[in-house]
């Protein structure tokens, strides 16, 4: 069946690092993919989107890099700072407008 | 601009008994979608509405129903409720069904069944 999962429940990175955030996806039909943040007690945010005709996207500070060969996404963060700790998860969507969501993975910044 | 709200933001049921959640979307978005998240998940979809109809749903059972009013509002309506039903309800809202990329999300409603 259609399934989005990632594969770092949590990743802890020091305050200026790089992180980056992978998710795996299982739908080769989807073409719109997103990455959303939800900090603690609020709804998911949306980050940075990337339509499956490209390969890589960028915002600030973020990057988003797909490769459909492999059905693979990922969310790349510059210089990482405490405010960038929250929860981030990939979502896919079809044809059937409805948005795909991972388990989601923990991003831990420390001084 | 008032972004999506929710109401309750939290509550407590027992099994059995019917609860409603409220949501009123971002001013000029006309499409209202549900998702439900299980502490520790990812939001799982149960339905969209668009024009006051019910659009498409996820994978939940008749339990979960719902309603979109004129003003583009929504309700979500969960009858005999179970333990398992225990999440964050969020309500997110889109300018047009196909949108469903620029969703908005409220800050959920957390329901708690014991």
């Known amino acids: 069946g259609e399934s989005v999962g990632l594969h770092l429940p949590t990743l802890s990175v020091q305050e200026g690092d790089n992180s980056i955030i992978n998710c795996a996806y299982s739908n080769s039909a989807s073409d719109y993919f997103i990455w959303y943040k939800q900090e603690s007690g609020k709804g998911p945010q949306f980050i940075i989107d990337?339509?499956?005709?490209?390969d890589k996207r960028q915002g600030q500070r973020v990057t988003v890099l797909l490769n459909k060969t492999v059905k693979h996404l990922s969310l790349q963060i510059a210089a990482t700072q405490p405010g960038d700790s929250a929860v981030y998860f990939c979502a896919e969507k079809d044809h059937t407008d409805k948005l795909i969501f991972g388990t989601g993975t923990r991003l831990q910044v420390f001084p | 601009d008032a972004g999506v709200t929710q109401s309750p933001t939290h509550l407590i049921k027992t099994r059995g008994q019917q609860v409603t959640l409220r949501c009123s979307p971002k001013?000029?978005?006309?499409?209202v979608s549900w998702y439900q998240q299980a502490l520790g998940q990812g939001p799982q979809f149960i339905f969209q509405?668009?024009?006051?109809?019910?659009?498409q749903r996820g994978n939940f059972p008749d339990r979960f129903s719902g309603h979109q009013f004129p003003n583009y509002s929504s309700e979500l309506n969960v009858n005999a409720l179970l333990l398992g039903d225990s999440a964050l309800y969020l309500c997110?809202?889109?300018?047009?069904?196909?949108?469903?990329?620029?969703?908005?999300f409220g800050e959920g409603s957390r329901l708690t069944v014991l």
């Open positions: 997110a809202s889109s300018l047009a069904p196909q949108n469903t990329g620029e969703l908005f």
């Open positions: 509405y668009y024009e006051e109809e019910e659009r």
């Open positions: 990337i339509r499956s005709n490209m």
């Open positions: 001013s000029g978005h006309d499409t």
